[in-house]
T-cell receptor, first 114, second 115 residues
């Protein structure tokens, strides 16, 4: 069965410092991996995805994520955090050739401290 | 502009009442989804539909029902059988491609509170 784990409920980072939000996954076949961001009382917005190819994926707002097959991880990163990056971040996985449900992690709340 | 419209944004219900949440999209997407969001539990899939007149149960379908009579519309009914319906409900849609790498587009959500 597919599953996604986000081990940290909350991450605090000082503005200007690099940030990492962790995600690990489990699927039977090849994974398609996604990061979404949610601002208060809003729907989720797509940040980036990994399908195949280069393990480092670049997305919106300066975010990037690194796919690591051996560690089954897809951590979200940004070199220099902004206060406006404060939000709830979700990792999600879909298994290759399964055109059905996407499984989301429980979310990680990111606080960027001024 | 293309997007997904959910209504109402806020809804209050008395125990024992059924309520229907609306979800409309003009993105020409084939697939539509309903998720429930509770604090600390992330998003859990209620129902999804990949084509008109067909839909499948997700992980927490009990106490909910859906219909997909039109491509653009995927309403969710929260029935009185749902024991703990207070939550934030999110509708999403996507293209259906054989590669499976489909990005979901989300609506702004509907917050249901049972009094």
């Amino acid at each position: 069965a597919q599953s996604v784990a986000q081990p940290e409920d909350q991450v605090n980072v000082a503005e200007g410092n690099p940030l990492t939000v962790k995600c690990t996954y489990s699927v039977s076949g090849n994974p398609y991996l996604f990061w979404y961001v949610q601002y208060p009382n809003r729907g989720l917005q797509f940040l980036l995805k990994y399908i195949t190819g280069d393990n480092l994926v670049k997305g919106s707002y300066g975010f990037e994520a690194e796919f690591n097959k051996s560690q089954t991880s897809f951590h979200l990163k940004k070199p220099s955090a902004l206060v406006s990056d404060s939000a709830l971040y979700f990792c999600a996985v879909r298994e290759e050739n399964r055109d059905d449900k996407i499984i989301f992690g429980k979310g990680t709340r990111l606080h960027i401290l001024p | 502009d293309g997007g997904i419209t959910q209504s109402p944004k806020y809804l209050f219900r008395k125990e024992g009442q059924n309520v229907t949440l609306s979800c409309e999209q003009n993105l020409n997407h084939d697939a539509m989804y309903w998720y429930r969001q509770d604090p600390g539990q992330g998003l859990r899939l209620i129902y999804y539909s990949q084509i008109v007149n067909d839909f499948q149960k997700g992980d927490i379908a009990e106490g909910y029902s859906v219909s997909r009579e039109k491509k653009e519309s995927f309403p969710l009914t929260v029935t009185s059988a749902q024991k703990n319906p207070t939550a934030f409900y999110l509708c999403a849609s996507s293209m259906v491609r054989t590669s499976g790498a489909n990005v979901l587009t989300f609506g702004a959500g509907s917050r249901l509170t049972v009094l």
